[in-house]
């Protein structure tokens, strides 16, 4: 198994990154089939995989608005107001995402991206691990 930490700064907003290039760039040495996954160590994000760039993104982020109100009605109470649905979050966004790789590409469909979300606006940097299991 081969497996790296990047680095991610999301910044001090409500964000859908795109991981799909790092992801690519992470596999440029393979030339197998087997299984990327993408784990984010952090108890407020998650990993989502769906078209980007679209406005399907920015739905996201505004459907996770809906659900999870960033208001005070939250136990988990540090941080920004409303941080506690940061910590709900990843019941709904895991906090993974396996993808088959096959000849060193990931089997995307056309408009799929690997995608971090990440709604907590208190952590601008976020680490994403990639790790490769060939087949």
Not at 45 to 71: F, K, Q
Not at 91 to 115: D, E, F, H, K, R
Request: overall charge negative; aromatic content about 4%; charged content about 20%.
């Amino acid at each position: 198994m081969r497996s790296v930490e990047i680095e991610i700064r999301t910044g001090s907003s409500e964000v859908v990154h795109d991981l799909t290039g790092e992801c690519e760039r992470f596999l440029s040495d393979v030339d197998g089939d087997g299984l990327l996954h993408v784990w984010v160590p952090h108890a407020t994000a998650g990993l989502a995989v769906l078209e980007t760039g679209a406005g399907s993104d920015d739905d996201l982020l505004a459907a996770l608005r809906e659900l999870l109100p960033p208001d005070r009605r939250w136990r988990h109470r540090h941080g920004t107001p409303g941080h506690g649905r940061d910590h709900v979050l990843p019941a709904l966004v895991p906090p993974y995402a396996t993808v088959p790789v096959l000849g060193g590409v990931m089997a995307l469909g056309t408009w799929q991206s690997v995608c971090l979300v990440d709604t907590n606006v208190d952590n601008p940097v976020r680490k994403v691990r990639l790790s490769f299991l060939p087949g």
